[in-house]
């Protein structure tokens, strides 16, 4: 049948459909890659985890603040906004859960205290797209602001407990890319990227010079030349012994606070899993 012919020699290959988070998996572990991307059905997945249902619920809180008519974006609101988009996976218990509920409250009405609810941004949770020689790269982004001169800045909201530096924000992959495909999709200069750490309050920029900028793109470009040829192999069809040493398990300490901890024997043998609510308690 035509859907089982090899393609024809010098015939461009089907790009990679991605988003940053794809090519980041790929590279932080290839066996969660091919658990995630490739295998069906897909290995079961352990607990959901507190931090991401916070970090949810946050996210989710400050987009509907910025679509609310103008009058309604008062701090008290953005505080039930919270309570609204509230998840009540992965806690401990229901203590663990209500003072997290109350710490990102807090953090949210302190954050848009701070925000001009005049500013309108161009985007909330805006997808952005481009094109390069192997890959069709797509993401979706908190924030997108027109800052005039200065052009689109790309806004990203952290929650996390991590405190940001100027390298987390020069050396991201998802930022660059959301910046180049913001400039390509809204037709207007984006070189700045911003992180809101909303428990800090802390903001942290890079300004992206063309040849960064560019530097970015080409890596992104080269991780799915990679992966899109791996991927292609994979469906031909291999044996089990040859798929895990095409995707092979990148052991570290955060083998335990992968997905997919007890279907890896290699990460579950070398790192105990995590607790879901561990991403929450203090240092």
């Not at 689109?152 to 660059?176: E, P």
């Not at 495909?181 to 992206?208: F, I, K, Q, S, Y």
């Not at 095409?246 to 607790?275: L, N």
Request: hydrophobic share 40%; with cysteine; proline share 6%.
């Amino acid at each position: 049948m035509a859907s089982s012919q090899l393609p024809l020699e010098g015939m461009p290959r089907r790009l990679l459909q991605a988003a940053p988070s794809r090519l980041a998996t790929y590279l932080d572990c290839p066996r969660r890659y091919r658990f995630s991307y490739l295998d069906r059905p897909s290995p079961s997945k352990g607990p959901p985890w507190a931090h991401n249902s916070l970090g949810a619920a946050v996210h989710t809180a400050l987009a509907n603040w910025w679509k609310l008519p103008l009058l309604q974006r008062t701090v008290e609101r953005a505080g039930t906004l919270v309570d609204d988009a509230w998840l009540l996976d992965g806690y401990r218990d229901s203590s663990q859960r209500e003072a997290a509920q109350a710490r990102a409250r807090l953090m949210v009405e302190r954050y848009v205290a701070e925000v001009d609810p005049h500013d309108e941004p161009i985007g909330i949770e805006r997808t952005v797209a481009l094109k390069t020689d192997h890959a069709a790269l797509f993401g979706r982004v908190d924030r997108i602001d027109d800052r005039g001169s200065e052009g689109l800045v790309i806004v990203d909201y952290k929650t996390g407990r991590h405190l940001l530096t100027i390298d987390d924000a020069r050396t991201s992959l998802a930022l660059a890319v959301y910046a180049a495909g913001a400039e390509r999709t809204l037709r207007r200069r984006c070189r700045r990227v911003e992180l809101h750490h909303l428990p800090t309050g802390n903001v942290v920029a890079w300004d992206h010079t063309d040849e960064g900028l560019t530097r970015h793109i080409r890596r992104a470009d080269l991780i799915a030349a990679e992966i899109a040829e791996l991927d292609e192999r994979f469906k031909a069809g291999v044996d089990a012994a040859e798929a895990d040493a095409m995707y092979p398990t990148q052991v570290s300490a955060m083998c335990g606070w992968c997905d997919f901890h007890r279907s890896c024997s290699a990460g579950s043998a070398a790192v105990p899993a995590r607790d879901p609510w561990a991403g929450l308690e203090e240092p």
